[in-house]
């Protein structure tokens, strides 16, 4: 990795398509929270995803590969960038919140819960998300955090079923 570390901007990111998805479309340039743009990101893909009739399974089935393309495309931008997980990558999110929607009921009430205990999970780091984020470098570290962010999620709101809240 290089040692400078470079502002991302408009220009930079449309460089390579690799780095306008990594930057999730451009929601990443946002000065104001681009993590969770990126997770809001994932919503209209998982609605337009839907119309498709990709869901449940094979949603989550589907964020197999869209992981594995994040680890390619977030040592890029790790490399382009200088430094390891820049907040504007935030592909990461997108690809987690995915996750999370293939498993959450189909309502308002559980999207928003979804939402917040993943931004929850993805922002505080709770054991072992903290330790995985600070010791798993390279791409594969940029992507690994917000898969474990989502399964906890996911565990919060196999809670909020059983609980009878959604």
């Not at 393309?69 to 990461?92: F, P, Q, R, T």
């Amino acid at each position: 990795m290089t040692t400078s570390q470079r502002k991302p901007d408009w220009r930079m990111i449309t460089r390579h398509p690799a780095y306008f998805v990594a930057f999730g479309f451009g929601s990443g340039l946002s000065p104001w929270g681009p993590g969770t743009l990126g997770t809001l990101v994932a919503y209209p893909l998982y609605f337009l995803l839907a119309w498709c009739g990709i869901s449940g399974v094979w949603l989550a089935a589907l964020c197999v590969p869209l992981f594995a393309i994040g680890v390619k495309i977030c040592a890029m931008s790790d490399e382009l960038l200088g430094m390891h997980d820049h907040s504007g990558v935030n592909y990461d999110e997108i690809v987690a919140m995915l996750l999370v929607l293939a498993f959450v009921p189909a309502t308002p009430l559980a999207w928003v819960l979804a939402f917040v205990a993943f931004r929850v999970f993805d922002i505080i780091k709770p054991w072992p998300i903290g330790w995985v984020d600070r010791h798993v470098s390279g791409g594969f570290g940029v992507m690994i955090d917000d898969i474990l962010a989502a399964i906890m999620a996911l565990l919060v709101m196999t809670l909020f079923s059983a609980a009878g809240i959604i």
